[in-house]
């Protein structure tokens, strides 16, 4: 069975600011798709970012850049020039590329806070 | 596109009695998704239809529960003799077949049972 473990239940940055999130995973499978969701205070979950396992290449959506590492099984989130908008829950997930499961599997999360 | 609905957005119901959440998923998508949300924890998946058909149930989703989606369109989650455990956001989420993976939420539906 697949886990998704986030590492950081609370994390804070200032606006304009950088900061990353982290995120770890396990798998025996060689295909999959990694997410990040994030998720605003009494607002629906929405996509930020994806990332196929066979592309090399990390992802990047605007200020949202994701840092890859195959091996090591870590699928960390860099949000540049923080904005308070940006404030919710982020949510790394994993999805199996093929094989029948269609399920997301969630991490437990880290709630970001931009700070004026 | 009107987005994926829920609804009730909050229930709130005593210990054993019945109580039944509806999701209308965005109109072309044939893949429909449950979800349970406990506070501090990420969605765990409960249960998910291509069409009309059930294809995956986790073993969270117990007897008590059922889902349907008759039509192939709306979906219902039914959970019987509701217990203080049930207490949750009711995630549901769409998609179509050709997306690689993302899915499109509701605001669900917050259940307290008392």
């Known amino acids: 069975a697949q886990t998704v473990t986030q590492s950081q239940p609370e994390m804070s940055v200032q606006e304009a600011e950088t900061v990353t999130l982290s995120c770890t995973y396990d798998?025996?499978?060689?295909?999959?798709?990694l997410f990040w969701y994030k998720q605003p205070p009494s607002r629906q979950m929405i996509l930020v970012i994806r990332?196929?396992?066979?592309?090399?290449q990390n992802a990047t959506e605007n200020r949202f850049s994701v840092n890859f590492q195959k091996a090591a099984k870590s699928f960390s989130l860099k949000i540049s020039d923080s904005q308070l908008g940006d404030t919710a829950m982020y949510f790394c997930?994993?999805?199996?590329?093929?094989?029948?499961?269609?399920?997301?599997?969630f991490g437990k999360g880290t709630k970001l806070t931009v700070n004026p | 596109d009107t987005g994926v609905s829920q609804d009730p957005r909050h229930k709130i119901t005593k210990r054993g009695q019945n109580v039944t959440f509806r999701c209308d998923p965005i109109?072309?998508?044939?893949?429909l998704y449950w979800y349970r949300q406990t506070l501090g924890q990420g969605p765990e998946f409960l249960t998910y239809?291509?069409?009309?058909?059930?294809?995956?149930k986790s073993r969270l989703l117990s007897d008590r529960f059922s889902a349907e989606r008759p039509k192939g369109s709306f979906s219902t989650l039914e959970i019987q003799r509701t217990e203080q455990g049930d207490s949750a956001m009711y995630l549901c989420?769409?998609?179509?077949?050709?997306?690689?993976?993302?899915?499109?939420f509701g605001e669900g539906s917050r259940l307290t049972v008392l």
């Open positions: 989420a769409s998609r179509t077949s050709r997306d690689t993976g993302e899915l499109f």
């Open positions: 798998t025996s499978e060689s295909n999959y798709y």
């Open positions: 990332q196929e396992a066979y592309k090399q």
């Open positions: 997930a994993f999805m199996k590329q093929q094989g029948g499961s269609e399920k997301l599997v």
């Open positions: 109109s072309e998508h044939n893949r």
């Open positions: 239809f291509q069409n009309e058909a059930q294809l995956e």
